[in-house]
């Protein structure tokens, strides 16, 4: 365990766009020591060591004794292969998301770190979102949950198709809110630029009933990610990208409503069509502490790391929401044109 007074000593392996933005939260980050940085494209390291005042890394066996904890953000076929000789020596590993590109690397990965008792968390960001963490707070049982996921083509990830790239947001939110075992899953998906599906549509229905729908596209003409729960005690609504998410609670609004058809059923307004429920039911806006992502989840990586808590998305998280995306994948079948 390191000694919670001293920064534990952290590096970034791969300075793509995630890692350029890990090695920035980190240097900022009182608690951590940003040792160095990684990539096989040296010009890219020294670039962002010299942005985030740190060492370029050229040796990975030799950083291995100078660290406590790294962060993993190289493309996703290389998860398995950089992650191991890390855990094999117990050092903390943050692993972008999805944890591997397929649940065969994902379980190898996860039987490293139980086998070296080192620490394992997966990068699913869209867990430390604000309206995410407030709604984890709510005592909320989904029955219904739709997921949408649009967004213009950015040009990354494309070797992967859609449900990897983009939905594997939503299938962990899902799979954590329901909190029970896929039952059933149909999918359909089209493939446009390539052999993977760039759009796809599920649903999954969970042994508990709870069903989710999830659609996710990356050729959309706008950018859209929501998120909206239906269940007996409330309707929520969320907003990933304005940070915003509304609670409609059915105490407090039942009897109004109730009342409102009565009427209408007895006659008493003569004309129904100017009764607006918008006025009849009371909006709450859901109480968001505006915190950085990535910062929180960080600092839950560095609260795992040196014993102080569990991970908040463990590597068993990572491998269900992967065999989950098999599935889909799977559903989907050809979406060659």
Request: aromatic share 4%; with cysteine.
């Amino acid at each position: 365990m390191t000694d919670s007074a001293s920064p534990t000593p952290v590096a970034v392996i791969g300075c793509g766009r995630m890692g350029r933005l890990h090695a920035r939260v980190y240097s900022e980050m009182p608690r951590a020591k940003l040792v160095g940085v990684f990539d096989v494209h040296r010009d890219k390291a020294a670039e962002v060591a010299r942005d985030y005042r740190c060492e370029p890394v050229t040796d990975l066996d030799a950083l291995l004794p100078r660290i406590r904890a790294v962060t993993i953000a190289v493309p996703t076929q290389f998860h398995r292969e950089i992650a191991e000789p890390f855990l094999a020596r117990g050092i903390a590993c943050l692993i972008e998301k999805p944890l591997a590109a397929n649940t065969e690397q994902c379980r190898a990965i996860v039987e490293t770190a139980q086998e070296h008792r080192a620490v394992l968390q997966v990068g699913h960001v869209e867990r430390f979102n604000p309206v995410i963490r407030a709604l984890s707070r709510l005592d909320i049982q989904p029955r219904f949950i739709e997921a949408t996921r649009i967004s213009p083509m950015t040009f990354r990830s494309i070797d992967v198709g859609v449900v990897l790239d983009m939905m594997i947001h939503d299938i962990d939110i899902v799979l954590k809110l329901a909190g029970s075992p896929v039952e059933r899953v149909e999918a359909t998906g089209v493939s446009v630029i390539g052999e993977v599906e760039d759009i796809c549509n599920t649903r999954v229905t969970f042994a508990n009933g709870c069903v989710a729908n999830l659609t996710g596209s990356r050729l959309s003409l706008k950018t859209e990610r929501r998120l909206r729960i239906f269940s007996a005690e409330a309707y929520v609504s969320i907003d990933y990208q304005k940070k915003r998410g509304i609670l409609v609670r059915r105490t407090g609004n039942l009897d109004a409503i109730r009342t409102a058809v009565k009427k209408v059923r007895e006659g008493q307004l003569l004309d129904p069509t100017q009764m607006n429920f918008g006025h009849l039911i009371k909006v709450e806006e859901m109480a968001i502490e505006d915190v950085e992502p990535l910062r929180a989840e960080q600092e839950a990586f560095l609260d795992a790391a040196t014993g102080a808590a569990s991970p908040v998305v463990t590597g068993e998280d990572g491998l269900r929401a992967v065999e989950l995306a098999e599935r889909i994948v799977a559903a989907v079948g050809p979406t060659t044109l």
